[in-house]
């Protein structure tokens, strides 16, 4: 049967337009990262707001030192919270010790709230190293935020008649710094940034993932597209016009790049907001990666999209194509499932045979060489990007076969050995 | 303009289309009958090109239904339906630029189908807002924009009040008249008499019957003719036998007699007639026969029971 790419085209402007004009597409648009940048911002600030109020809150530290080790120490704990992750802004806050006789003294100024924390520092603190600490009360960051310059200020206290101020100091906070310098590719070791390293990894990852919400969103508007043409039975008439595989193609084409549209658009919002960050870390694309990734892509949703048009075919409504995509839309998110795995040793069995199985090659090769501590071959990437390319075509191929004869059959699901045989045969 | 030689289609090793072979010619109106799952749709399906054929050709104006051949064949199946939530006049333009229309030719031509339908109002509102019956019109613009050649439709009167079914008519004498050929599929036994030329039925995925709708009646009614008079006649020479039928006489006539011979025979006896006509089986009652008693389906050795007449073609 011949096919016409101009007729593919009609069907496949058909299916964008179509999507992207329905309302719940512009929802979907708008409302998904609305939804999650709120929850973050919500959370981060929620966070951030709750630390520092409880910094700022803790005006006075009630003490009972049964161990007489902090007789003379220093009666106030200067501290400092970063307001930004740049830490170019500085709170600093001020904290007043004051010294109580004993534990229920200490209960009762914390019930008064003339102090707002307590710590009782027992007898044996030096040979069995447990305290107590009160907090009038339990709010989660807020508790946390406060024990490191409570901790500073123990350190500090315990040494000052033994040692001088500055190695007193060094010992509270033993490095403000740690750099970590490893041997590059070049054998010259180099000091690691880790936070290019991590924008470096970020663009990979972020594409990867890409790929993984296309393949699902897009294979979601094929199950949706092909449910509603089988329940409407709006195929026949059309396949006297045009040939399965002209209606295979634009499918494809068509409802691909909505979804593609949908998760660009999110991506653009989530780059244009995180660009100033990128520009200070001085992220650089390597084009070998941009042009993978564009293959990975094109590939991977070959690969996918052909898989959910032969599930719509063979299936008879929405709910039913859903059930069946489903296994192999997990299959798409092994590697994000075992995403430790891959970053902790990007060039192990593991890592390797889940970038050449071509389900879970996109994702995984394109988070295997975003890892900067990976060497993948070249054998690899050729042999990945040559399975991946084989079984599109294979599946396009079987899918085109199920989908002629599917698409026209209603009321009876075929079992696999019939699907195994219209994939095979065509008949 | 269609041409069918010889198909044969089977579905896991049961034959669902036997050696079938017909051709419907330009401007021509050609029945297509047969029970429920006789292969109709199974033939209609390799004419259309969405299934293909085990053996035997398709051909339209003398070349296979392929590629851009398509674009001539339109086909309205039985069980039909339309994008829903899709303004009326998006589903023409969609379908008008599959048979390859611009989306300008298309939008003009569905506006102009809208308004032969009466629906032009309707154009920009979504299907799902149009009635049972404004719906089925709409399938018919979809089926007649891009002014295909061939129409297949396949019980197109289902569901449709009397002046829709007037219309539709007219609309089918339009296309007869424009040169198309149609090829109609319906249990609608008063319509095929009414509007074909030809007609083809097929049984078990055999042909049991086929050639020009009159020929057919005519052949399962007998040699005989119907008299309307005023009194009962008696037997002249040339008729064996007189039956009352529905207020008149149906005679039964010898093998070698003529119905001239035999109303020659009736005015020189003083029977005052009112009418005489040749007699015509309906067709509904033909079809009961042929599939009750499973005449022609030993077509494979003895062929069809009425042989083929060549088209008439043109309006009748």
């Known amino acids: 049967m011949k096919f016409s790419l101009s007729r593919a085209a009609v069907v496949a402007r058909r299916e964008y337009l179509t999507v992207v004009r329905r309302k719940a597409f512009l ?37 009972v030192d049964s161990s007489g080790l902090y007789a003379q120490a220093s009666r106030l704990i200067v501290s400092s919270l970063a307001l930004d992750a740049a830490r170019a802004q500085l709170e600093t806050y001020r904290t007043k010790v004051e010294f109580l006789p004993d534990q229920a003294r200490l209960e009762q100024a914390l019930r008064t709230g003339r102090v707002q924390q307590g710590l009782v520092i027992p007898a044996d603190y030096l040979t069995a ?31 000052a008649a033994h040692v001088d101020t500055a190695r007193a100091e060094r010992a509270s906070r033993p490095a ?116 993978l990734a564009i293959v990975y892509f094109l590939l991977g949703y070959l690969f996918y999209g052909s898989l959910m048009t032969g599930i719509g075919a063979v299936t008879n409504n929405m709910r039913e194509a859903q059930q069946f995509a489903m296994m192999f839309t997990f299959m798409n998110f092994v590697p994000v499932i075992v995403l430790t795995s891959i970053l902790a040793h990007p060039d192990g069995a593991l890592a390797v045979v889940l970038s050449l199985f071509p389900p879970t ?44 004869i599917g698409l026209l059959m209603y009321g009876k699901t075929p079992n696999l050995p019939e699907i195994l045989r219209w994939a095979r045969s065509g008949r | 303009m269609l041409e069918v030689r010889d198909v044969v289609k089977s579905f896991d090793g049961r034959v669902v289309v036997n050696r079938v072979s017909f051709g419907v010619e330009p401007g021509e109106i050609f029945a297509l009958l047969g029970p429920n799952g006789a292969g109709k749709t199974t033939l209609i399906r390799m004419i259309t090109n969405i299934l293909k054929p085990d053996t035997g050709q398709v051909l339209l104006e003398g070349a296979t239904v392929d590629g851009d051949s398509r674009r ?39 506006l102009a189908l809208l308004e032969r339908m009466d629906l032009q109002e309707w154009a920009t509102k979504q299907v799902q807002a149009l009635s049972k019956g404004m719906q089925q019109k709409v399938q018919l613009c979809t089926v007649l924009i891009g002014e295909p050649r061939l129409l297949i439709l396949d ?15 007219e609309i089918l004498a339009e296309r007869r008249r424009a040169g198309s050929a149609v090829l109609l599929s319906t249990h609608q036994m008063n319509k095929v008499e009414e509007l074909c030329d030809r007609a083809l039925m097929i049984n078990h995925g055999y042909m049991v ?20 008079a005023d009194r009962r006649p008696e037997l002249v020479p040339g008729v064996h036998g007189v ?52 005449l022609g389906l030993d077509h494979g050795q003895s062929g069809p029971p009425v042989a083929e007449e060549p088209a008439r073609g043109g309006a009748r």
């Open chain 1, 129 to 159: 190293g447990r305290l107590r600490r009160f907090a009038s009360s339990n709010n989660l960051f807020g508790s946390t935020a406060s024990v490191r310059p409570i901790e500073r200020w123990l350190v500090r206290n315990l040494l």
């Open chain 1, 27 to 63: 929802f979907t648009l708008i409302a998904v990262p609305l939804y999650f940048g709120g929850v973050m911002a919500i959370a981060s600030r929620g966070e951030m707001s709750s630390r520092r109020e409880s910094m700022r809150s803790l005006t006075t530290l009630g003490v």
């Open chain 2, 72 to 110: 001539w064949i339109a086909y309205l199946p039985e069980e039909r339906g339309l994008y829903r939530r899709v303004p009326v006049i998006d589903v023409l333009v969609y379908y008008g630029q599959l048979k390859g229309l611009t989306a300008a030719a298309a939008r003009a031509a569905g």
């Open chain 1, 361 to 404: 090659a996109p994702t995984t090769m394109m988070l295997r060489l975003g890892t900067p501590s990976a060497e993948v071959a070249s054998w690899q990437i050729a042999a990945s990007v040559g399975l991946l390319a084989l079984a599109g075509w294979f599946v396009l191929r079987g899918s085109a076969r199920v989908f002629r």
């Open chain 1, 176 to 291: 403000v710094a740690m750099d970590l310098y490893t041997l590059g590719r070049d054998g010259r070791f180099e000091m690691k940034d880790d936070r290019r390293e991590m924008m470096d990894f970020m663009i990979p990852f972020l594409v990867s993932m890409l790929l993984a919400m296309c393949i699902m969103v897009g294979g979601q508007y094929l199950l949706q597209s092909l449910s509603e043409e089988k329940e409407s039975r709006i195929l026949e008439s059309l396949l006297c016009t045009l040939s399965a595989e002209d209606l295979l193609a634009g499918k494809l084409v068509g409802l691909g790049a909505a979804g593609f549209t949908l998760v660009a658009v999110w991506m653009a919002a989530g780059l244009a907001l995180g660009s100033p960050l990128m520009a200070v870390a001085q992220v650089q694309l390597e084009p070998r990666l941009l042009v």
């Open chain 2, 155 to 169: 019980e197109p009167f289902t569901g449709l009040d009397p002046l829709n079914t007037q219309l539709f008519e």
């Open chain 2, 209 to 228: 019957l086929h050639g020009s709708v009159a020929d057919i009646r005519r052949h399962y009614a007998g040699h005989a003719v119907m008299l309307r």
């Open chain 2, 243 to 294: 039956e009352p039928v529905d207020g008149a006489w149906k005679l039964h006539l010898e093998p070698d007699a003529t119905p001239q011979a035999v109303l020659r025979e009736l005015v020189a006896r003083g029977v005052d007639i009112e009418s005489y006509a040749v007699a015509f089986l309906p067709l509904e009652d033909v079809f009961v026969k042929v599939v009750r008693e499973g």
